[in-house]
């Protein structure tokens, strides 16, 4: 069964400062979601990447999907203390691009120091 | 749009007790799930369905039930409460092509 391996598991960086969470997949990734929860709160959706290479940007965050490598990156740039929470990626082991069952990483706890 | 709600947010359960978590989804997705959220594990899939009358089990399905009678509502039953079954809940739906809709979780306490 496919499974996927964030790192790190947590990360404290000073605001402004710029950081990198992976996702590393077992198994052959053809599209990965990326969500970040905050605190006692449900899952936001931040991006979908469904091609290798592909890259996706979102105000201060970037993703990016590397199919050979089977691993996606987000980087977020000069972070802020809104960006704290929990980040999560999700996979479809069955992509068929129809929606199907997710599996999640374990997550990577960020937090932001004024 | 309300989106998906989960209704309730907080529970304690005595062991043994039964309930059942409430999901519903006004964005006519087919697709629906139940997570269980644990410290540290992620996110495990319990259940999932396709369709109204269509379910299937996940990852970690011992213990829980579901329905899916019509295509707005999901419900996650809970006969025998065990203390394993600590966790945050989390309902979530999609559709064709698009990132998964998660519901705000309920947080249950069994003790």
């Known amino acids: 069964s496919q499974e996927l391996e964030q790192s790190p598991q947590s990360l404290i960086v000073q605001e402004g400062k710029n950081l990198t969470i992976n996702c590393t997949s077992s198994k052959t990734l053809y599209g990965l979601y990326w969500y970040k929860q905050k605190y006692g709160e449900g899952l936001i959706f931040l991006m979908m990447?469904?091609?290798?290479?592909e890259e996706k940007s979102h105000e201060k965050i970037t993703a990016k999907l590397d199919e050979k490598k089977q691993q996606s990156s987000l980087h977020i740039t000069a972070s802020q203390p809104s960006h704290a929470g929990i980040y999560l990626c999700?996979?479809?082991?069955?992509?068929?691009?129809?929606?199907?069952?997710?599996?999640f990483g374990q997550g990577t706890e960020l937090s932001v120091k004024p | 749009n309300a989106g998906v709600t989960q209704t309730p947010k907080f529970r304690i359960l005595k062991i043994g007790q039964s309930m059942t978590l409430q999901c519903a989804q006004d964005m006519n997705h087919n697709y629906m799930y139940w997570y269980r959220q644990d410290p540290g594990m992620g996110l495990k899939l319990i259940y999932y369905s396709v369709g109204a009358g269509i379910t299937d089990k996940g990852e970690v399905p011992n213990g829980y039930n579901v329905s899916r009678s019509t295509t707005e509502d999901f419900p996650l039953r809970l006969e025998l409460a065990a203390p394993s079954q600590t966790s945050v809940y989390f309902c979530a739906s999609s559709s064709q092509g698009d990132g998964y809709t998660f519901g705000s979780g309920t947080r249950l306490t069994v003790v």
């Open positions: 999700g996979a479809d082991p069955l992509w068929r691009n129809q929606g199907g069952k997710l599996i």
């Open positions: 990447l469904q091609k290798g290479g």
